[in-house]
Nanobody
Framework: QVQLVESGGGLVQAGGSLTLSCAASGSTFRIIAMGWYRQAPGKQRELVATITSGGNTGYADSVKGRFAISRPNATNTLYLQMNSLNPEDTAVYYC???????????WGQGTQVTVSS
């Protein structure tokens, strides 16, 4: 299993930037993909961005061109660089890890991002 701890959330004005981090520990060698998800009040959790162990990335249409996911050299830290933030990006952001031969995915506890207009 793995443990995931997010950090870097906070309050930012519209148009600003934030970088989220997700530190993974435990059986990190089993990670085949990681991702960022977010959940706004009253809404379902939604995919933001994903990255495979091979470096392939994917993004939700709403964040393409503004957000960038990275995991430098398949290290144990996942990042989400968020630029041109707008109030619709306000949510709790969660990190997820997918492990090979695992019965479930692993989630962090979340970090709050609030964008003021």
């Amino acid at each position: 299993q793995v443990q995931l701890v997010e950090s870097g959330g906070g309050l930012v004005q519209a148009g600003g930037s934030l970088t989220l981090s997700c530190a993974a520990s435990g059986s990190t060698f089993r990670i085949i993909a990681m991702g960022w998800y977010r959940q706004a009040p009253g809404k379902q959790r939604e995919l933001v961005a994903t990255i495979t162990s091979g470096g392939n990335t994917g993004y939700a249409d709403s964040v393409k061109g503004r957000f960038a996911i990275s995991r430098p050299n398949a290290t144990n830290t996942l990042y989400l660089q968020m630029n041109s933030l707008n109030p619709e990006d306000t949510a709790v952001y969660y990190c997820k890890a997918v492990l090979i031969r695992a019965s479930r995915d692993y989630w962090g506890q979340g970090t709050q991002v609030t964008v003021s207009s």
